[in-house]
């Protein structure tokens, strides 16, 4: 008998539990795998039925969940790596080196400097992470990044991705002035620049002079499998590119990378329809022509919009009575006109779109949207997603329900911005709504938690820790009546995290036909104190019924 996976191999795996995920049999001791799918699922008597079969014990005191869905992250998680963090919060890369964070603007800047001293003089530097939102009232400005010596730009990528910061170099390589009529360039009061640029226009001429490594580096072999060796540290076994702009030599690289047996992860891009603009058309060929690219491990369709900013940034479109703290409302990244007609096309074409709402302005105007699409041209099962959608209030969510809409909730907020949004951006009540898992739970809203990885790390079990008790970094916890229970967390990254993709026939639990994928677990998230969740240690994952460890470091 061969013992090769996919040569009609049998093997049994025992464990100390296996969470399936699958109601009708929630619990079991063993799982069959052949051909890289699931045979069966029940006790030893149960999986054992298949003729000749090999046992497997490497698990015996392990548990095994299906494995995790990650159902909004970007392969920029594998990209930011080649930079310098700045950020708040202390981070660990794919190499496992741990990047202390940084609590005040000398501090960024002493990093900028020191990362100055091993770079060429004439290549740009770039860094990421930085959130000015922890430092009250103090913006980073180009007097600031003006101390970096040398005469090449730098520039600092906020953790939202919406806002960026330059120095003096930057402005003038990209053209930037005190004359320059674009929406988003903050100005001191005379009028200059401060450096600090606001949305995607704004930015844009910076991104451009850069070369836009996201873009160029996101389907390179090596920043893919940065990407991969975080998710299997975390347990993810399904990831999403969140916004891919369908480039034909990087789709075709990853297409190859990811069908590879040995690479850990499926990858499930989402075009990005802000390329397109009204040019629907344009996407929709662009997906066509690319389409036989896609295989089981890569799989293009879906298409994602993003409608406003950052609530943080103070770029998200609030409704009255708009930011706590008195900031003018935020920017339409794709105006309220524009976006219904795009909306329209795309639902016609039997698309899935993913639409970034973050205020609750932005959520209202594409309920709108969808509901005017869904009403005259219904489409059943059509699994449109609000991604984000953290301000929902009631009300919005059972119009959400009414119209079949699914939610992904940024959960990680509630931990990293809480403190800021209860005190500066959204004040106490609107705080304590936010990211409504319970809300969503109670009207049948199929939904997902997710990381946004590069935003907040990449960490389901983290995500479901956040959902579950919705404490902020600073103790607080937000919004008692929002908190969900630890099975229903467990399925928001997992089944519910599939249902969006339109790929809960194939992943998300552990079920006969399903592919073998698996988190497995030092312990048993059900048998853990919730507030341990985000404690529980990965030992790796398997993909198609082939194993992979966690990598050092990351445990
Ligand atoms: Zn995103």
Known sequence: MTVKQGGGDTVVYRAASVITMNPSRPVATHVAVRDGRILAVGSEEHVSGWGTVRHDD????????????????????????????????????????????????????????????????????????????YFGSRRLTVHDLDRVPGDAAVVVMHASIHLMNVNSRALALAGIHRDTDIDGITRFPDGEPTGELCEFAAMFPVVRLIGNPFRSLSQTPQCVADFAKIAVGAGVTTATDMINE????????????????????????????????????????????????????????????????????????????????????????????????????????????????????????????????????????????????????????????????????FANHLFYWGDAHHAMTLGPERAHRMNGCATAQRLGIPFAIHSDAPITPLAPLFTAWCAVNRRTAAGRVLGEAERIGVAEALRAITLGAAYTLHQDDCIGSIEVGKHADFCILDSDPLQTAPEGLKDIGVAGTMVGGRPFDAPHGRR
């Open 58 to 133: 490497r698990y015996a005191d392990k548990v095994l969940m299906p494995g995790l869905v990650e159902a909004h992250c970007h392969l920029y998680e594998g990209v930011v790596w080649q930079y310098v963090y700045v950020g708040y919060y202390d981070r660990r890369g794919p190499d496992g080196r741990l990047w202390q964070g940084l609590k005040t603007v000398d501090e960024v800047v002493q990093r900028l400097v020191d990362a100055r001293s091993r770079l060429a003089s004439d290549k740009p530097l770039i860094a990421w992470g930085f959130d000015p939102i």
């Open 246 to 409: 369908l480039d034909d030599d990087g789709i075709r690289s990853l297409a190859g990378i990811t069908r590879a047996d040995d690479f850990p992860l499926r990858i499930v891009p989402a075009a990005s329809g802000m390329l397109f603009g009204r040019n629907v058309a344009a996407c929709l060929e662009k997906l066509q022509q690319l389409g036989h690219e896609s295989h089981a491990k890569m799989r293009l369709g879906m298409v994602k919009l993003i409608v406003d900013g950052s609530i943080q940034g103070f770029t998200a479109r609030l409704r009255w009575p708009g930011y706590y703290n008195g900031a003018a409302n935020g920017i339409w990244v794709i105006a309220p006109d524009d976006l219904s007609v795009i909306i329209e096309q795309y639902h016609r074409a039997g698309v899935q779109l993913h639409i970034h709402t973050n205020g609750d302005e932005a959520t209202e105007v594409t309920l709108d949207a969808l509901e005017r699409a869904l009403t005259q041209w219904p489409r059943p099962d059509h699994r449109h997603t609000l991604q984000h959608c953290q301000m929902a209030s009631p009300a919005q969510f059972r119009r959400i329900a009414r119209l079949g809409l699914c939610v992904n909730l």
